[in-house]
């Protein structure tokens, strides 16, 4: 604070409160006593605590401050400025007397200096006793308070990080005060509030009403196992006298009062979960994308570590013979621990358990279990030594293995872990697992039976369409089958090339509409049926006839059929078309035309004639047969789909093979979203 010398000059003393200090809470007076005891510096302070102007009192003895003796000399003044100047520093309490004569208890300190032109003095801090003890009581207080309070107390930043906290609230979190200091709340608190808690304190740091007697439930970071309902109540700190802000808080642990909430919570985080796993489980009909579905939709909030493996039954009738070991076959896998547990969970396709394992009791209750990874559970469950010690090392402290159980039948086995650092499985969790698999077991057992659909009918699809195509020295064929995507692989176009009599060589494109086991069956029917009438030589119309009668009976409703009959003596080709796509004659000189002149009504229909339409091919002339799958697409008609295949037929490179990969890359998407057929066939003369 300035001070007053002789003359009336303004300067600094020796010591001024700077904003913030704890000199700003106590009112301070400052002044200086010379060599004879007059009074040679006097700050804004002593005019406040004594009521003297600089003007009255500078140059004056410094006797008049205190309230023994008479004004012309005083003990306490003589004893002040003798211990200062003997002992360096002395403190202690005095009478003082103010200029009113009113007398008070003060507190004096004070220290020997050399002022100007090599004089001493001693300088004199003096503070009214009561304002002393007031502040040195609250200080003692809040030191006591923040030593033995069992409540929580802490103090944040506007960012919401630790400033000061208790050891009630670190050992409410279960970790020590220095791990906090600097560090987020969200750290230290696992919350299942969206946010919720974070955006109250927020609140309230920027300057918002106070929280009183808020019950938050949480799970401290420090103890992982155990879930805390606290009271919480904070305020905005003071910004007076320069002091920080942020936020105030104490905190009551009241866990044991409000166990209902923690059950809620507990509940909560279950069904969450269990909300989760039922939009990220059986999101395709893939049966090991499914069981990964499975697999991440439980870590981590479950679990650490997680398997599922599908059992290899020998007979899925029989009855389960707990005498005999147990074969799976792993198919998805996942941890977050590291090393060696991620070659634990993934470094086996097929697991052999031995008869007593901890699986055989599970098979043998149908029921979830939960089991401690020790000796005796290795013992009784890892057949190989390596693999024993993998998951002895993986850091495992527990497993939960569930039935995926589907139709009546256990159709493979769910295992999750959980490493030492987190509690074990609980009987609420053996439950939460039960669930999980039994709603993974639906979706990959639905997996599974459309898989084996997919191969019958992927087998069946390839055992009635042409494996070997027939050849001809006048015909060379390139042809195409591109399934439409997975869902629909199994569907009903068809191809063939058939040999005639005479040399003449058939080229038949067909499409039954749908997908599917029926579309591929109606398919495989009017392939044979085709290729029988062929080799009767029948005329291409009266073919179609025949064609048309054997889907009404075989209730096909709706199909297509192109028959093309070429003659290479000739040179001439016998066409006929039952409401399919109309083929493309790639002339020799680069032109390319439309054969538009055979449509006719779809077989099933009935009806309705059919016409042969004949035309000539120019020798090395190529034609085009297709499917609706190569030129239809979404956003683009019919018309504008064959226009472009006429340009890529015009432009595509000579040969057949490459021609034909070079069309379906440019006018296919990708993936395909229908099945397509091209058949590509260059035509020659005979001699």
Not at 131 to 137: A, G, I, N
Not at 638 to 656: F, H, T
Request: charged share 20%; glycine share 10%; hydrophobic share 45%.
């Amino acid at each position: 604070m300035p001070s007053a010398l002789p003359g009336g000059e303004e300067a600094h003393g020796p010591f001024w409160s700077e904003p913030g200090a704890l000199l700003e809470h106590v009112p301070v007076a400052v002044f200086g006593l010379d060599d004879g005891d007059l009074v040679s510096y006097w700050g804004p302070g002593a005019r406040d605590l004594f009521g003297y102007d600089s003007t009255a009192v500078l140059s004056k003895p410094g006797a008049v401050l205190f309230a023994d003796g008479p004004r012309s000399g005083s003990v306490s003044c003589a004893r002040l400025t003798e211990r200062g100047r003997t002992l360096g520093y002395w403190r202690g309490r005095l009478t003082a007397r103010r200029r009113d004569g009113t007398t008070f208890a003060c507190g004096f300190r004070a220290f020997s200096m050399r002022g100007t032109a090599g004089r001493s003095l001693v300088m004199v801090l003096a503070s009214r006793s009561d304002e002393l003890d007031r502040v040195k009581t609250n200080l003692a207080f809040l030191d006591a308070l923040f030593e033995t309070c069992p409540i929580g107390l802490v103090m944040l930043d506007p960012d919401l990080r630790y400033v000061h906290l208790n050891q009630a609230l670190a050992d409410m979190d279960g970790l020590p005060i220095e791990a906090h200091l600097g560090r987020p709340i969200d750290e230290f608190m696992i919350m299942s509030d969206g946010g919720e808690y974070r955006n109250m304190l927020r609140t309230v740091a920027l300057g918002g009403p106070p929280i009183v007697g808020a019950l938050v439930g949480t799970r401290p970071r420090g103890h992982p196992d155990r879930d805390q309902v606290r009271s919480v109540s904070f305020f905005p700190l003071s910004q007076a006298v320069g002091s920080r802000p942020g936020v105030g808080g104490l905190m009551v642990d009241v866990t044991d009062r409000e166990q209902a909430i923690l059950e809620a919570t507990a509940g909560r985080r279950r069904l969450a979960l269990l909300a989760e796993a039922s939009t990220r489980i059986g999101t395709t009909l893939d049966l090991n994308l499914t069981a990964q579905e499975l697999v991440d939709a439980s870590m981590p909030d479950f679990c650490d570590g997680a398997v599922v493996e599908l059992v290899e039954w020998m007979d899925e009738a029989a009855d389960f013979d707990p005498g005999l070991p147990l074969f799976t076959r792993r198919i998805a896998s996942g941890t977050i621990l590291p090393p060696p547990a991620t070659e634990l969970v993934s470094g086996v396709e097929t697991v052999r358990y031995p008869p007593g394992s901890v699986i055989h009791d599970m098979l043998r209750t149908g029921r979830a279990v939960s089991a401690v990874v020790n000796e005796e559970f290795l013992a009784r469950t890892v057949l190989i030594e390596s693999r024993a010690r993998l998951l002895a090392e993986s850091g495992l402290a527990c497993v939960l293995i569930a039935p995926l159980i589907a139709r009546g039948t256990v159709q493979g086995i769910a295992m999750f872990g959980r490493s030492a650092d987190r509690p074990a499985f609980t009987k609420d969790d053996v439950s939460l697992a039960g669930e999980l698999a039994s709603r993974a077991a639906i979706c990959l057992d639905n997996a599974r039976l459309y898989s084996r659909v997919q191969d019958i009918s992927i087998t069946l699809q390839r055992a009635l369409l042409p494996s070997v195509l027939a050849t001809s020295p006048y015909v060379d064929v390139a042809h195409r089958y591109v399934p439409g995507s997975r869902v629909t692989e199994v569907g009903g176009d068809w191809y063939d090339v058939i040999n005639l009599p005479d040399g003449r060589v058939a080229l038949v494109v067909g499409d039954v509409m749908g997908h599917g086991v029926s579309a591929a069956a109606a398919m495989g029917r009017l392939r044979i049926t085709t290729k029988a009438l062929a080799r009767h030589d029948s005329e291409p119309a009266d073919l179609l006839a025949e064609l048309d009668a054997c889907a009404q009976e075989a209730g096909i409703e709706l199909a297509t059929c192109l028959y093309i009959a070429y003659d290479p003596k000739s040179g001439r080709a016998r066409i006929a078309s039952a409401g399919h796509p109309p083929p493309l004659l790639l002339r020799p000189d680069g032109t390319v035309e439309t054969i538009d002149d055979v449509l006719g009504v779809p077989l099933g229909v009935g009806g309705f004639p059919f016409r042969t339409t004949e035309i000539e091919l120019p020798g090395n002339a190529t034609l085009a047969l297709y499917t609706d799958g190569l030129i239809e697409a979404r956003g683009r008609d019919i018309d504008a789909g064959l226009e472009a295949l006429r340009v890529e037929l015009r432009g595509a490179p000579k040969p057949l093979e490459a021609m034909a990969d070079h069309i379906l890359a440019s006018l296919l998407p990708t993936p395909p979203t229908d099945d397509t057929v091209l058949v590509l066939a260059r035509v020659h003369r005979a001699p």
